[in-house]
């Protein structure tokens, strides 16, 4: 068998000539693989690939394809018959790939060109259907099966190994379950009894409780630790001095209490100082001592509950104070919040301030 390999491609009609012999017949096979524009290979799976060839004199020929496939493209391997060489002359030719989905491409195939030869001049020139008449006899032979229901030569359901008519199998013949077959756990993926959940039982209703699941029971109430917040408490000093001054007042204390508080970074104060001031020094009012790990985020509010120093005795004049962020530093200011005050006495040198702050402390 001489075998002829050849490329096709889907956009190129550039003509390719196959010579042959006017007589030949069966000796020449035509492996044709298909490839696009991009020189990627069309794939013919589930592909029907048959080959039209178009004498000199007119006749048609149809030839089937047998496709394999290849991992450097599928091809189809057509049989040149002698009707292919049966008239000398030039033959066109084209292969068609039809798809179950309905798709049907055609790409032009080589130009035969077959060569007279004086021995062969005789042979009838005609037209041939061969993959057409493959098709129909097999549609043909599955037909006469389908239809023929008859069964002349009497054969029996024993002579074929196969169940008469009157045969119902049993549940162990057909690998199935008895009618009394009752399944355990194990054989339906079932959980099995001897399971517990927490100690109790599967066989019925479960009640857990929070201990079951680790819980919290419902009169539970946090501690401040429980909820990840540090706790802290204890004293400081507080003493007089100027602020945005030169000189500090002298003072004679009678007291000095101070009083912290702090839940994660919430930090209560209070403070109370009594004594006698000799001298005013040079400044603004102010109280310093508060420790440095109780400085507040920013500048926060001080409620002042007496403040005599400034004004003598008179308790009708009101105050503000602020705490400073970075210092710690406690200023006081006129009742607008915006004037720092000074130190001022009148008839007695006795002071009390008293005073007390929440606030958000640093990290």
Same mark, same amino acid.
């Given at each position: ?19 042959? /012999? ?18 990627? #290979?069309?794939?013919?799976? @589930? ?11 007119? @006749? ?39 798809? #179950? ?14 060569? #007279? ?33 008859? @069964? ?21 013949? /057909? &690998? ?7 399944? @355990? ?5 079932? /959980?099995?009894? %001897? ?53 500090? #007042? ?7 209490? &101070? ?40 500048? %926060? ?15 009708? /004049? ?7 962020? %970075? ?8 009742? &607008? ?12 040198? %006795? ?13």
């Amino acid at each position: 068998m001489v075998t002829e390999k050849l490329r096709l491609y889907t956009g190129n009609n550039e003509k390719k000539t196959i010579f042959l /012999v006017q007589g030949e017949a069966q000796s020449r096979e035509l492996k044709v693989s298909v490839f696009d524009g991009n020189n990627d #290979p069309v794939s013919m799976e @589930n592909a029907v690939a048959v080959l039209y060839v178009k004498k000199p004199d007119g @006749n048609m020929l149809m030839l089937p394809g047998a496709v394999e496939f290849l991992e450097t493209g599928d091809e189809a391997t057509f049989v040149l018959t002698l009707q292919v060489c049966a008239e000398a002359g030039e033959c066109r030719s084209w292969v068609q790939l039809v798809y #179950p989905d309905g798709r049907d491409l055609r790409v032009q195939g080589p130009e035969f060109f077959v060569t #007279p030869c004086v021995t062969d001049d005789a042979v009838e020139s005609r037209e041939e259907f061969t993959a057409l008449e493959e098709a129909l006899a097999q549609t043909a032979q599955y037909r006469s099966h389908v239809e023929d229901q008859e @069964n002349p030569h009497h054969t029996t359901a024993q002579q074929v190994g196969a169940r008469p008519e009157t045969w119902m199998p049993t549940a162990q013949e /057909v &690998g199935a379950r008895p009618a009394d077959w009752l399944p @355990n756990a194990e054989e339906t993926g079932a /959980v099995p009894l %001897s399971r517990t959940v927490n100690g109790k039982s599967l066989s019925s209703d479960i009640v857990l409780t929070w201990g079951d699941v680790g819980a919290r029971p419902d009169d539970w109430l946090p501690t401040l630790s429980q909820l990840g917040l540090t706790v802290s408490q204890g004293e400081w000093t507080p003493s007089l001095f100027a602020y945005a001054g030169t000189t500090n #007042p002298t003072v004679s204390y009678n007291s000095q209490k &101070g009083y912290y508080y702090r839940i994660g970074n919430l930090v209560h104060i209070i403070f109370s100082i009594t004594g006698n001031i000799t001298k005013l020094g040079n400044g603004n009012a102010g109280i310093k001592g508060l420790p440095s790990e109780l400085l507040p985020q920013m500048a %926060s509010p001080v409620t002042l509950g007496r403040c005599f120093f400034l004004v003598g005795t008179d308790p009708t /004049v009101s105050f503000t104070a602020n705490i400073d962020g %970075s210092t710690g530093e406690i200023q006081i200011r006129n009742a &607008g919040g915006r004037t720092r005050q000074n130190f001022v006495l009148s008839s007695t040198d %006795s002071f009390e301030v008293l005073g007390s702050a929440t606030y958000i402390a640093g990290a």
